[in-house]
C-alpha cells in the first residue's frame, strides 16, 4: 500500500479544509437558519437574462467560437466591459490591464504563486478572509499583522520579514465591507496603505468583491485608483485590483478579474496558461452581454434587498443580544462581526446552536492567522428574509445568554 504522506510536497501539510465551505452543508436543511454561507440569495440572480444571452450565443455565428479554447487573457468583449467598469471607479486602463480569472479566488491563488517564496510575509488584516489564507499558505509564507491606521513603522515590518529570511511581499486586504468584519477604510486609512507598501517596496492586493454593495454612506475610492493618481497611471502602480461578479450577478460561472499593470497581468497570463489555459469562452462571452445590459439595474435591486435584511440583522442583534457582546455596524457588504464575552469558544457555542436552537454562523478562529479569535463570529445576513432573521438572531440571542449564565 501506497505511503502517501511521504510523498506529498512540504506545503501539503499547510493545506486546510474551509470551515465555511464545510458549513455550506447546512444549507440543505430546511429546519437549520443558516446565516453561515456568504453567498448571495439566488432568489435575486438574473436567470432570464442569463437564458436569453446563452440561447443569443448558441443560437448564433458566434456559437463555435464561444464552445473553443479562448485567449488565456480573457474574452476581449468582457476585458473592455471590465475596463470601462473600473474606469467609472477612477481607474484609467484597458483592456491590456485586465485578466479573467475562475473567480477571484483563483486570481489569489495565482497573486501567491507569483509574489511568494517560502519564507516571505504577507501582511494582512487580523481576521481577514479565510479563502486568502488558504490560498497563499501553500506558498509557504508568514504572516504579519497590518493595522491600517496603526502608524506601525515600515522598518518594524522589514525588520520581522528578515528574520524568517524573507521580505515583505505585499500587503492583501479588502477594503470595502471586508469578509467577514463588514469594515470599510476610509480615505486616510487607504492613504497610508499605499504609503506603508512604498516604504517597504511591496505590492498592494485590493480584494474588492463586495464594490457594488453599499448601502449608506459615500463611496471611497478605491487603492488602485489612489495609486494611479499618484503614481501617474496604472502602469507604474503597485496594486493589483481583484474583482468578481460572485456577489453582483453570479458566483456559478465563476467569473473574476484582476486589474493591474500590463507588465504583471502579461506574468499572471502565464501562470494561467500553466494552470487552466483560459477560463471558459462561453460563459464570458455570457458574462459580457448581461453585464453590458443589466448590471447597474440590477446591482441596484440587489442593495435594496441587502440593505433591508442588514437592518434587520442590526436591529435583532440589538434586541436579543445579551450584555457583553459588540458587533459591527457595515456599510455594505454581506456581513456583521459579533465579538462575544472573553471565555466563550465560538466553535463549541456552534455546536450547541445547531444542536438546540437549529441556527448556523461561521466561528471567527478560522479568520485568523495565529489561531486567536476564538470568542468571535461572523454572521452573514443575504440569504435570510427578515422574519428568519428576527428568529434566528432571537434564538442565538438567546443560546449566547444561557452560554454567559452558565459559564461554559
Not at 80 to 97: F, K, T
Not at 137 to 158: Q, S
Not at 293 to 308: E, G, L, Q
Not at 359 to 371: Q, S
Request: charged share 25%.
Amino acid at each position: 500500500m501506497t505511503t502517501w504522506d511521504s510523498l506529498y510536497a512540504g506545503r501539503a501539510s499547510r493545506m486546510r479544509a474551509s470551515e465555511i465551505r464545510e458549513l455550506l452543508k447546512l444549507l440543505d436543511q430546511p429546519d437549520v437558519i443558516s446565516f453561515a454561507g456568504g453567498i448571495p440569495d439566488p432568489a435575486l440572480f438574473p436567470s432570464g437574462a442569463f437564458r436569453q444571452a446563452y440561447d443569443d450565443i448558441l443560437g448564433g455565428p458566434e456559437a463555435g467560437k464561444a464552445l473553443q479554447y479562448g485567449l488565456s487573457e480573457g474574452s476581449l468583449r468582457l476585458r473592455r466591459w471590465i475596463a470601462g467598469h473600473m474606469r467609472d471607479l477612477g481607474v484609467d486602463c484597458s483592456p491590456e490591464n485586465i485578466l479573467i480569472t475562475s473567480g477571484s479566488q483563483q486570481a489569489l491563488d495565482y497573486i501567491g504563486k507569483l509574489f511568494l517564496t517560502a519564507g516571505d510575509t504577507a501582511l494582512v488584516q487580523w481576521p481577514t478572509y479565510l479563502g486568502a489564507l488558504q490560498a497563499f499558505n501553500a506558498y509557504e509564507p508568514r504572516f504579519d499583522r497590518l493595522v491600517p491606521g496603526a502608524n506601525r513603522p515600515a522598518a518594524d515590518y522589514g525588520s520581522k520579514a528578515g528574520e524568517s529570511g524573507g521580505r515583505v511581499k505585499f500587503a492583501y486586504l479588502s477594503p470595502d465591507f471586508a469578509n467577514p468584519t463588514g469594515q470599510t477604510l476610509d480615505l486616510e486609512e487607504r492613504r497610508q496603505i499605499l504609503s506603508l507598501a512604498g516604504e517597504l517596496d511591496c505590492a498592494v492586493i485590493e480584494d474588492a468583491p463586495y464594490q457594488c454593495l453599499r448601502y449608506d454612506g459615500d463611496p471611497v475610492r478605491p487603492l488602485l485608483a489612489l495609486d494611479c493618481e499618484t503614481a501617474g497611471g496604472i502602469e507604474n502602480t503597485r496594486t493589483l485590483y481583484c474583482g468578481s461578479f460572485s456577489k453582483s450577478l453570479s458566483p456559478g460561472l465563476r467569473l473574476g478579474w484582476v486589474c493591474a499593470a500590463s507588465e504583471v497581468i502579461s506574468r499572471l497570463v502565464l501562470i494561467k496558461q500553466a494552470s487552466d489555459l483560459n477560463t471558459p469562452v462561453l460563459n464570458q462571452e455570457a458574462m459580457a452581454r448581461v453585464a453590458e445590459a443589466h448590471f447597474d439595474d440590477h446591482t441596484a435591486r440587489t442593495r435594496a434587498v441587502y440593505k433591508t435584511r442588514r437592518d434587520a440583522m442590526l436591529a435583532a442583534l440589538e434586541k436579543h443580544m445579551p450584555a457583553g457582546t459588540r458587533w459591527t455596524r457595515p456599510e455594505g457588504g454581506m456581513f456583521i462581526w459579533v465579538e462575544l464575552a472573553d471565555g466563550i469558544d465560538s466553535a463549541e457555542l456552534l455546536a450547541r446552536s445547531i444542536a438546540s436552537a437549529r441556527v448556523a454562523f461561521v466561528p471567527g478562529k478560522a479568520f485568523h492567522p495565529d489561531g486567536s479569535g476564538a470568542n468571535t463570529l461572523r454572521l452573514s445576513f443575504s440569504c435570510a428574509d427578515e422574519d428568519r432573521i428576527e428568529t434566528g438572531i432571537a434564538r442565538l440571542g438567546n443560546v449566547i445568554a444561557q452560554t454567559v449564565k452558565s459559564g461554559v
